[in-house]
Structure formats: structure tokens, C-alpha cells
């Protein structure tokens, strides 16, 4: 091989390693979702904020928290970030948003908090997080029911 032939030889590899390097680390997942719900009480994962939901099942999750007394609790809006939205899904194999986390457990999206709302439960998952919900001030049970209104 001559002189040229090793040089552009030299220049391709380099390129090619330059390439195989940046394909590499920026297929590293920008979000380690383990490290983003650990040690939190609540964590959702929404379509828009709290303050601000942008689909009806994010603002459905976040009245049935508010209805509970719970007012502030992390949250992330997956609309900002494609990579945020799929890498969730897959992180807890469940295709819609809004997701909740509870001490850094999955409990599930708005059906499911809907049914724990519904039923009690809901009440017992937030007591075990440390939350009392604001309904056990109210005396008795059957007024559960009266404050959906």
C-alpha cells in the first residue's frame, strides 16, 4: 500500500471509530426511571403538569390525589420528551399515561387509581406512604361518597 492508500486507509477508520463511538454513547438511555421514582412518595408521570394537565386521564389522577389532600408530589410531563414518554412504557410495561408510582412502586394509570379511589383503597396505599388523606377527617365513610359532588 502506498504512501495516499495508507493515509486515507488511516482517515476512514478514524472516522469510522469516531462514528461507532458517538452511536454508541448517544444510544445510552438519557433517564434511569429506577432512580427517578426511588425514594419518593408520589411520583406521576403525565401528560403536561399538575398545575397545568394537558389530557383529561392526567387531570383525572391529579383531582383524585387533590381530592385527597394531596397537593404537591413530583411529577413529568412525557410531552416534553419523546424518550421520557417510550421510556417509561417500557420501563413498566404499561401503555398509557398518566403512571403512578407510589414509594417507588408501580401502582398503574388512571383506571387504577380511579378504582382504588372508588373502593377505599386508595385511603391505605397513601397511608402506607406516610400521607394521611384529607377523607378520614370527614368521620365516617358514607361521606366518601357525598364529596364527589
Known sequence: MNKFGAYIFNKNIQSACRFNFVRVFSQQKKYDFDELVKGKK???????????????????VCQILKF??????????????????????KFTNWPTIPQVFFNGEFVGGCDIMLDMHKNGDLIEELKKVGIRSVLLDSGDDSSISNKKS
Request: glycine share 10%.
Open 68 to 89: 385527597h389532600g394531596v397537593n404537591k408530589f413530583e411529577s413529568f410531563d412525557v410531552l416534553s420528551d419523546d424518550e421520557l414518554r417510550e421510556g417509561i412504557k
Open 42 to 60: 408520589i411520583v406521576v408521570f403525565m401528560k403536561g403538569t399538575p398545575e397545568a394537565p394537558r389530557c383529561g386521564f392526567s387531570n383525572a
